[in-house]
């Protein structure tokens, strides 16, 4: 069941949210009160969660909170991969979040994305994720490592520079738990009892039913997953996501709404800010009416529907 909403990912990464279009963020601000309000119509005791923001940067969270988003939600999150990409180490994490904390006042923080690559060895990414459990699970509502699963080769990692990043690029084809032909990596074998898991399943994504046991099999309770606001304009996308979230509906989600259409952006690229913050509203209560906690209520032929 959808026991959250986010509102989008990583909105102050450029290969997630152009604030080259939208240098202030106000007009991410705009989005995500769109979000807000129009989720609140729709079933107003859903938590909703701002999206984690990557790097880890208090006065982005105090920008924020000057437009009022910090207070329209419900809690807050971030992302850290201080193995992979982050300019600190990974015992760190506590003063991370305490700084964080500082702005947020009580709102809750979530880890929304923690992670370590096997890009250099499978140890290292199994030694992280011992590492970061300890420090994070006594401290956190919600950790949820990314990723279940490695990201196939023939496949374009979501990041705007792409091979002139380098090695650095190449880290994001191997933060899964379970390699590409779906054997466990040694990390798998000692997921940490209480760590969620955050896996984005894209449009028709042929590893849907294979991700499910694999959750089962780690014990897996809190996963957060996406719905894309750009796929919806793709032939088949509501049947695809009624049968990707009928699928999931055994756990305990957090839906990540995010990613612009081209066609409704100020450029036509699926980062850009939308001409119209009220467009993703309308996104956003479309999405928590079909698929949150009181759809699924009242719309018991769901998964059935979904299969079909």
Known sequence: MVEAVMLWNEPNNLSHWDFKLDPDWRLFAATALAGVEAIRRVDPELRIVLGGISPIDPNFMQLLKTYGVVDAVDAVAVHGFPLDWNHWQIHEWPEKLAEIRAVAGDKPVWVSEAGVSSFGAEEVQDWGLARTAELLLPLVERVHWYSLFDLPAAWTATTRHKEAEGSAYYRHYYMGLVREDMSPKPAAQHFPPGMGVCQW????????????????????RHLRTGISWADRFRPGAEQWFDRQMAALAE????????????????????????????????????????YGPKARRHEPALTEAGAA
Do not use: I, N
């Open 201 to 220: 399943f894209h449009y028709e994504d042929p590893r849907l039913d294979a991700g499910v046991e694999w959750l089962r099999k780690l014990g897996v």
């Open 251 to 290: 756990f305990d989600t957090t839906m990540t709404l995010c990613f612009t259409p081209e066609h409704l952006g100020l450029a036509p690229h699926y980062t850009s800010p939308p001409k119209d913050p009220q467009a993703f509203g309308e996104f956003a209560a479309w999405a928590v009416g079909r």
